[in-house]
């Protein structure tokens, strides 16, 4: 029996030096291609996190301000990576909300929303708020409507 155990071990085989080695290096090979990728599907990401939160706070404002009968203001500064929710009724209250890291507000902009429903630009333009990675790119755009406060996200 001591013979028999004995022949299996010198016919079992291993990997050489060289054979791991090639491993290891085909290995770090794919990991260098496929980091720019993930850096920028996780970046990605963020973005979408960032530009779904806003849309749902937007969406709550617009709830709250029909429900509760009194007026919400959002404020938006571009370059920023916070914006402020404010009832305008009193007591007055203002809450601050944190996008994702790395990414920020690209439209300053304040909008209030009514109790009728309706969504009031305060300061700024247009009805697109553009949320986006601090770099830039990528990015999407929170369109909302002011006459029926429908707020979307296009890319």
Do not use: C
Not at 48 to 67: F, I, K, M
Request: aromatic share 6%.
């Amino acid at each position: 029996m001591l013979g028999r155990l004995h022949s299996v071990r010198r016919d079992e085989g291993g990997f050489t030096l060289a054979e791991v080695i090639t491993a290891i290096i085909i290995m770090g090979i794919m990991a260098v291609i496929a980091f720019p990728s993930w850096f920028w599907l996780v970046e990605s990401r963020s973005v979408d996190s960032a530009a779904n939160q806003l849309v749902a706070d937007l969406r709550h404002e617009n709830a709250s301000a029909t429900n509760q009968l009194t007026n919400w203001q959002v404020i938006l500064t571009a370059g920023s990576q916070s914006y402020q929710l404010v009832k305008l009724s009193s007591p007055q209250v203002t809450t601050t909300r944190w996008l994702p890291d790395g990414t920020e507000i690209g439209t300053s902009i304040t909008v209030r929303f009514n109790s009728d429903g309706s969504a009031v630009v305060v300061s700024g333009s247009g009805n697109t708020i553009v949320v986006r990675a601090a770099d830039g790119n990528p990015q999407h755009s929170v369109v909302f409507n002011t006459e029926t406060s429908r707020v979307t996200i296009a890319s």
